[in-house]
C-alpha cells in the first residue's frame, strides 16, 4: 500500500453551495464509529507525533489546510490537506505529524473506532520496535 492515500468524497454542491458526503463502507472503506475535528491550532505548533496500532482514519481540512508528515519506519513524507472533500488516509502503523496550520484551518477526522489511549503508540522509537516486531513475526 502507497504510504500517501487520498479519499475522494463526491461533492454534490449546485449553485446554493457545497454539499459534501461521507458514507461508511462506501466511499469510506471503514465503519465510522468517531469523528472529531481540531481548529484554532497554532501555526507553529505541531500536533500528532503518534501512530495508532489498529486504528484507521481520514483526515480533511473542510476549512483552510495544513501539513501531515507521515511516516512507515521506511519512508517519510508530507502532504499538503487542503482540498474540503479530498482526505488523507492515516492507516494503522504510520508516524504523523500535523503542522502549519493556517489560521482558518478546520480539520476533521473519521476513525474507525472509539477514542482508546492503549491504541496510540507516542514513543517514536517504541514505534520503531513494534514495525520491526510485525515485520519479524
Ligand atoms: C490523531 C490525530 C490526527 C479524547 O479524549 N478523545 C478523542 O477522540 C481524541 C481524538 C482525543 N482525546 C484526548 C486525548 C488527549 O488528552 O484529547 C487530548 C488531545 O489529543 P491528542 O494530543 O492525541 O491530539 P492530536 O492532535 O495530537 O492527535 C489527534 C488524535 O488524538 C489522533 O488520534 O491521529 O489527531
Redesign the pocket.
Known sequence: MNLIEWIELPNLGDHRGSLVVAEANRNVPFSIQ?L?Y?FG?QPDVP????A?KD?Q?I?FCIQGSCK?LMDNGKEKLEVLIGQSNKGLF?PPMVW?E?HDFSKDCI?L?L?SD??D?SD?IRNYDQFLKELHKTCTQ
Do not use: D, K, S, T
Not at 47 to 50: A, E, M, S, Y
Open positions: 468517531r472529531y481540531i491550532a500536533r500528532g507525533f503518534h495508532h486504528l482514519q483526515a501531515m492515516i504523523h500535523m480539520l477526522v476513525a472509539y477514542y489511549e496510540y
